[in-house]
Each structure stands twice: as structure tokens, then as C-alpha cells.
């Protein structure tokens, strides 16, 4: 098994934002992935739209790549159920997680991120794997066209019905390592690469802006298809491309593309400030609206395929040595909850 880079941490501490007090998530405990297993439903008659199970009620989709190998899990009438990915070269299982539905029936799909996979001998290449609900159809694997060791494709994924977007921010792109790329596939469609060097996308591939590693798909309100993709190691480089490392304060950046199952790209690229990682943590918000994190100063900004749509500062760790991370999420109502990790060393680290 291999072994993968994690960065040193000496103190994580969790703080639910005061950004929405309703939402208290736990955490527990289980067996490792592969010995677990759960059926998704057979009958999906009775599925709500979030309920991979088949029980009548919305299930929660959690992952947890830290232990040996990874596991991801589904939160089901209030007991945390293992689900087995049949696939024994499947490493780093639940890096990301989404549920969504792919197919017709009534129930919700499992999209579980791998990004420590092994592709084609290349090591960390990484994979998703398509779970459906009600035993439909076999596990999909998707994989890059053309994978690239070291790229951990898988690291972020955001699924609205049948359109798949996957995070690759280790891939290298035009020389540049940890340049990062997003995938975007759907109804049936190979994975789309989208970079920085995509004719229409602005800015550049550059080493470790890490673009992928946060995305977020859904519908805008003229029925448009809207991504939006987080570059967390983006930095304040100045203009032109850069191809040294580490030059420039780690200000991130998010590229909205408003409709990305169009033949030719358009996008606006939003670029953060004061060292903050913007883009580390990024999803849709219904409604037609994206909200992304800036953790290390502790901000969340709002947009829409126009522009900027708002902001709002709640971090419990704004300001403190290090800085810190985030993670965001999005409840049907448009209601936006924010956790906020406190670090004594940056969460968001390449492998240089």
C-alpha cells in the first residue's frame, strides 16, 4: 500500500462557524472500507431525493481518507453504514463524496472520490467510482484519458444529476507541477480536461497553483450548466507564467465558468488577497449561487455567473498563526454552513 505525503499538523481544532448555528456535524467511528459492506436498495419506490438506501429518507454521504486505504460511508436513519468500492486497487477511498442521481430511478447515486489509486502503473493517479442506488447498474470507474502519476484525480468531486466534475490539483500541466486540472463528464460523455490553459479559462497553469482542488456543478437559472473550481496555491506572482515555486504569497483563486457543457469555454477568474487560500473549500449553492472559502482570513465569498454576490467574514480561526482551513456546505433552502479548522501549519501542501 503506498504511503502518501501528510503534511505535519500538531493541533486541529474544529469550530462549527457561527455562519449557521443549526448544523452540528459528528463523527464516528468504523471499520476500515474493505471488510464492511453495505446494499444500496433494491426497491427504490419509496426514495426521497437524497436517499441511497431506498429507507424513504434523505441519507448523508461521508468519506474519510485518513485511515489505511480510505472509507466512505452513508449516514442512514442515524447509523453510519460502510460501503464497499469493489475495486481492490481503490486507495485514498472517500478523499470527496457526492450524492446525486445519475441514472432514472428514484434513487440517489454515490460519487466516491480515490485520488491515491493507481491507474495503468502510475502511481496516484487517481479515480471516482459511480455507486447506484437500487443495485441499477455495475460500479463505474472513471479515470483520466490520459492519467499521470502523481495527479490524485479524485481529490475534489461535485456532481448535479448526470454531470460529474473531478478535481485533479496535482496534475502537471505544461511543465508546470501541481498545476492542477478539472474533469467534467456526463451523460455518457468522457471526462473533459479544463486548466488554466484552456483556451477561454484566464490566468495560467502555473507549479502548485493546485487548480481542482476544490469544485462545485450546478444549473444556473437559464438552465445553463455553471462550474466553479478553487486554486487554492495560487500566488501573487505577478503577470505572465511563472515557473518557480513558492514565490508570492498563497492568495488562491476560483474560475466560474457559467456553462460548461458549452463547445467553447468562457470564464471569469476571481483572485483572493492577504494570503488567504481562496478556493480551498468551494460548493453550489441552490438557487443558481456559489459560496467559496478564503479559511486563512477567515472570509466566505458569494457569486453568481455575473460576479461577485457577496461576502461575509465568520471565521473562529481568522488571523491565527498558520491560518487555518475550511469546509463548506450548502443545505436545499440555500442556507450555507461553514467548519473552520484552526492549524499550526497550512492544510493545503504540495509535494515539493
Known sequence: MLRRHIPTVITLVLAISACEPDINPTASQESPNRPAASSPAKDCSKATARDFDGDGKDDVAVGNRMIIGGQVSILSADRLVPVTIPDEAADGIGAAV????????????????????????KGTAGAVYVLYGGNAEPVKKIVSPRPQAGARFGSAVAAYGQTIAVGAPQEKE????????VYVTGDGAPPRRITQDTEGVPGNSEPFDGFGAAVAVGPLHDGRMGLLAGAPGER?????????ARTGSRDGAVTVIPDVRASEIEAVKHDGGDGCTFGEAVVYV??????????????????????L?????????????GGGTAAVAAAPDGRVAVAWGCLLYPSYAADD
Open 98 to 121: 457526492a450524492l446525486t442521481r445519475v441514472n432514472a430511478d428514484r434513487c440517489a447515486d454515490l460519487v466516491v472520490g480515490a485520488p491515491y489509486t493507481d491507474v495503468d502503473g
Open 174 to 181: 505544461n511543465g508546470s507541477p501541481s498545476a492542477g486540472a
Open 236 to 244: 501573487d506572482d505577478g503577470g505572465g507564467r511563472q515557473r518557480k
Open 286 to 307: 441552490p438557487g443558481g449561487r456559489w459560496a467559496a472559502t478564503q479559511p486563512r482570513c477567515g472570509k466566505v465569498q458569494f457569486f453568481h455567473d455575473a460576479g
Open 309 to 321: 454576490a457577496g461576502s461575509t467574514t465568520c471565521g473562529a480561526c481568522a488571523g491565527g498563526t
